[in-house]
């Protein structure tokens, strides 16, 4: 993809992280003007000082086009595209201090993956609730599966994007496709929502099959019929049933549930081995997203009275002390049923 014409360009970045921070800088490479929002003072002084994110990123060199700060407003105020890669329990603190100063014509543009607890909404349905006056069509989901060291070592990806007007995905798609990273457009956000939030919490179960050495049967069994999960709540949501079958839907979980990078599956495979999980987030820097979302998607399921035996088992692994092998053990042996069956 040409930089023609980017040199004048501004984005924000709400959020430091390792996703947060490979993004930024994948459109700082671009030629962007690339405004970063940091929580952590030292993640500022990092990039200030060695020119990287020795925290979250460490190893890649960050480019000059990007300008970290830890002063969020002037970030809002300044940009009139706002990209937001914060942990799913922290979108509503800070889409009410966006809202403080955003501007109505802003898009916003969500690569956060969660369902609120409590109020069960998805990110761009917590940013809608906290910035009421801003269109529906500028709140954007960019989702897919992407690991973000690789994407920050230029890996080849591909991943979608979505919004309720396909002008404004096609914009988006503009801006952040490279040659090697390519951008996909889609019209259904809460499909894109609801397979990178479910998909989580599916990959903590493929960790106790690989954590338990179960078998490659097993783990091909276990992805499959997660997949018939992420899709029964989906549809239930009102997505487009064929979003599934695509990147943000069986791509993302293949990914999640499969590589090493992925921090949920670690978690599970931990958990496989014996660990409980308190040990494991003690050890932990970053956050595993499905460890908060299994607890959501589960009181979710339970309101919209749907049947998701996968994330029922996670949830009591995680929060009732049941065990991985007690989880595979009921899994087996659930009552027989048909496999296309939406409502097994």
């Known amino acids: 993809m040409t930089n023609n014409g980017n040199k004048n360009k501004k984005i924000g970045v709400i959020g430091a992280g390792s996703w947060g921070t490979a993004l930024a800088n994948l459109l700082a490479e671009k030629g962007y003007a690339v405004n970063l929002w940091a929580y952590e003072p030292e993640v500022k002084?990092?990039?200030?000082?060695?020119?990287?994110?020795?925290?979250f990123l460490p190893g890649v060199k960050i480019s000059e086009n990007i300008k970290p700060t830890n002063d969020i407003e002037s970030v809002v105020e300044s940009n009139r595209i706002l990209l937001v890669v914060v942990p799913s329990h922290n979108m509503r603190e800070i889409a009410t201090r966006i809202s403080?100063?955003?501007?109505?014509?802003?898009?916003?543009?969500?690569?956060?993956?969660?369902?609120?607890?409590g109020t069960y909404l998805t990110m761009t349905g917590v940013i809608q609730e906290s910035i009421p006056f801003l269109n529906e069509d500028n709140i954007v989901v960019l989702s897919g599966p992407s690991f973000a060291r690789e994407v920050a070592q230029k890996v080849p990806t591909a991943i979608s994007v979505a919004s309720t007007d396909i002008q404004i995905a096609t914009r988006?798609?503009?801006?952040?496709?490279?040659?090697?990273?390519?951008?996909?457009?889609?019209?259904?956000?809460?499909?894109?929502?609801?397979?990178?939030?479910?998909?989580?919490?599916?990959?903590?179960?493929a960790g106790f099959v690989d954590g338990m050495n179960l078998g490659l049967n097993t783990r091909a069994a276990l992805i499959t019929r997660g997949l018939a999960e992420v899709r029964r709540l989906g549809m239930k949501?009102?997505?487009?049933?064929?979003?599934?079958?695509?990147?943000s839907g069986v791509g993302d979980l293949i990914l999640t549930c499969t590589g090493d990078l992925s921090r949920n599956y670690t978690v599970g495979k931990q958990l496989g081995q014996?660990?409980?999980?308190?040990?494991?987030q003690d050890k932990r820097l970053?956050?595993?997203?499905?460890?908060?979302?299994?607890?959501?998607?589960?009181?979710?399921?339970?309101?919209?009275e749907i049947e998701l035996p996968i994330i029922n088992e996670v949830y009591r692994a995680l929060y009732e002390n049941s065990t991985p092998a007690d989880a595979i053990s009921r899994l087996m042996t659930r009552q027989l049923g048909h496999e296309t069956s939406e409502l097994e």
């Open 286 to 304: 970053t956050v595993a997203e499905g460890v908060r979302n299994t607890k959501s998607v589960y009181n979710l399921a339970r309101k919209l």
């Open 100 to 117: 403080r100063t955003i501007s109505p014509d802003s898009i916003v543009i969500t690569a956060s993956k969660g369902i609120e607890d």
């Open 172 to 205: 988006i798609q503009y801006i952040f496709s490279t040659d090697y990273f390519r951008v996909y457009v889609n019209e259904d956000p809460i499909g894109l929502e609801i397979g990178g939030a479910v998909k989580n919490v599916i990959a903590i179960a």
């Open 45 to 55: 002084q990092d990039i200030l000082e060695y020119g990287e994110n020795r925290l």
């Open 274 to 280: 014996g660990m409980t999980i308190s040990q494991i």
């Open 237 to 247: 949501m009102g997505a487009n049933p064929h979003t599934f079958a695509g990147l």
